[in-house]
C-alpha cells in the first residue's frame, strides 16, 4: 500500500512538467493561421481557441519573418504551434492523422452551425477578411461550415467573431468540460519561464509588447473618459497622441 503511494508520487513528480491532454477521450479541435491579412484578428483568434479548448494552432509560414499576434492578450504562452511551409503539406498531416479540414465559410454546400455538423478531428480555416477562402483553401477542405445570420444589415460577420463562434460551437459538441469559474472570471492556468509552448521563437514579442501596452493604455483612457476624467500623459509615453 505504502509502496502503491510511493510509486504514485515518484509519477506525480516526474510527469509534472509534461503537459496533461486536455479533454481526453473527446474529438480535437485545430485551428489553422493562413491567408488572415490583419494580425489583431489572428490574436483574437488565438485567444478564442485558448479559451475554447483548441489543441494546436497550425501556422503556414514560408519563414518569412516573425508571427504577429497582437490581441491574443497573453494566450499565446498557453498554446501549441505547428509550423508548415505549404497549405499541401496541411492537408499531409491532417489526411495521416485523420484530421477533416473544415472550411468556415458562406459557401454552396456548406452546412450551418447550429446543425453541429462536425465528424472527429477537425481543423478549422478561415477565409481573408476582404476576399474570403481562396481557391487552393477551398480544394483542401473535406467539408465547410456557416453561421447563419438574420438581418441584410451587414453581408458577413468578422473572421475573428466568426471563428469564436464556430471554435465555442465545436466545444460544445465535443462534450469539453467546461473550466472552473472564479468570481467573474475562469481561473488562469500559471504558465512560468519554461512553458511548453514553442511560440516565444517565432513570436515578434517587441513590437508585440508596444501594442498590447499602447491598447492597456487606450482602454484605460477610455474608460477614464467614461467616467469623466482621462488619464493624462498616454500622448507623450507613444510620442503620438492617444
Ligand atoms: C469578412 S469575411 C470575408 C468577406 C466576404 N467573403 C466578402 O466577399 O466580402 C471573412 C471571413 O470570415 C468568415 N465568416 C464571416 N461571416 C461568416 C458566416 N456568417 N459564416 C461563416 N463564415 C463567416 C469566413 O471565413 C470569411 O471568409
Known amino acids: 500500500?505504502?509502496?502503491?503511494?510511493?510509486?504514485?508520487?515518484?509519477?506525480?513528480?516526474?510527469?509534472?512538467d509534461i503537459p496533461k491532454e486536455q479533454n481526453p477521450g473527446c474529438p480535437k479541435s485545430y485551428l489553422?493561421?493562413?491567408?488572415?491579412?490583419?494580425?489583431?484578428?489572428?490574436?483574437?483568434?488565438?485567444?478564442?481557441?485558448?479559451?475554447?479548448?483548441?489543441?494546436?494552432?497550425?501556422?503556414?509560414?514560408?519563414?518569412?519573418?516573425?508571427?504577429?499576434?497582437?490581441?491574443?492578450q497573453?494566450?499565446?504562452?498557453?498554446?501549441?504551434?505547428?509550423?508548415?511551409?505549404?497549405?499541401?503539406?496541411?492537408?499531409?498531416?491532417?489526411?495521416?492523422n485523420k484530421i477533416s479540414i473544415c472550411g468556415i465559410e458562406i459557401i454552396e454546400g456548406a452546412e450551418p452551425v447550429h446543425k453541429m455538423p462536425f465528424r472527429g478531428d477537425t481543423l478549422f480555416m478561415l477565409g481573408n477578411e476582404g476576399?474570403?477562402?481562396?481557391?487552393?483553401?477551398?480544394d483542401v477542405c473535406d467539408q465547410f461550415v456557416y453561421i447563419g445570420q438574420y438581418t441584410g444589415k451587414t453581408a458577413?460577420?468578422?473572421?475573428?467573431?466568426?471563428?469564436?463562434?464556430?471554435?465555442?460551437?465545436?466545444?460544445v459538441w465535443a462534450n469539453f468540460q467546461e473550466h472552473t469559474r472564479v468570481g467573474y472570471?475562469?481561473?488562469?492556468?500559471?504558465?512560468?519561464?519554461?512553458?511548453?509552448?514553442?511560440?516565444?521563437?517565432?513570436?515578434?514579442?517587441?513590437?508585440?509588447?508596444v501594442r498590447e501596452e499602447r491598447q492597456?493604455?487606450?482602454?484605460?483612457?477610455d474608460k477614464a473618459m467614461d467616467d469623466g476624467a482621462a488619464v493624462e500623459g498616454i500622448g507623450d509615453i507613444f510620442g503620438e497622441d492617444p
Do not use: P
Not at 500500500?1 to 509534472?16: A, H, W
Not at 476576399?131 to 477551398?138: A, C, E, S, V
Open 156 to 171: 458577413s460577420l468578422n473572421v475573428a467573431c466568426a471563428g469564436s463562434i464556430i471554435l465555442h460551437s465545436f466545444a
Open 74 to 96: 497573453g494566450t499565446a504562452k498557453h498554446m501549441d504551434f505547428r509550423f508548415f511551409k505549404k497549405l499541401k503539406e496541411v492537408k499531409e498531416y491532417c489526411n495521416e
Open 32 to 72: 489553422l493561421h493562413f491567408n488572415i491579412s490583419k494580425q489583431k484578428n489572428f490574436g483574437r483568434l488565438v485567444r478564442s481557441a485558448a479559451a475554447f479548448g483548441v489543441s494546436e494552432i497550425f501556422v503556414v509560414n514560408s519563414g518569412k519573418g516573425k508571427l504577429d499576434l497582437f490581441g491574443h
Open 185 to 209: 472570471k475562469y481561473e488562469e492556468d500559471q504558465v512560468d519561464g519554461n512553458s511548453h509552448s514553442n511560440i516565444r521563437s517565432v513570436l515578434n514579442h517587441d513590437a508585440d509588447q
Open 216 to 221: 492597456r493604455l487606450k482602454e484605460m483612457n
Open 131 to 138: 476576399t474570403g477562402l481562396n481557391q487552393n483553401q477551398i
Open 1 to 16: 500500500m505504502e509502496q502503491d503511494s510511493k510509486v504514485e508520487n515518484q509519477l506525480e513528480e516526474e510527469t509534472k
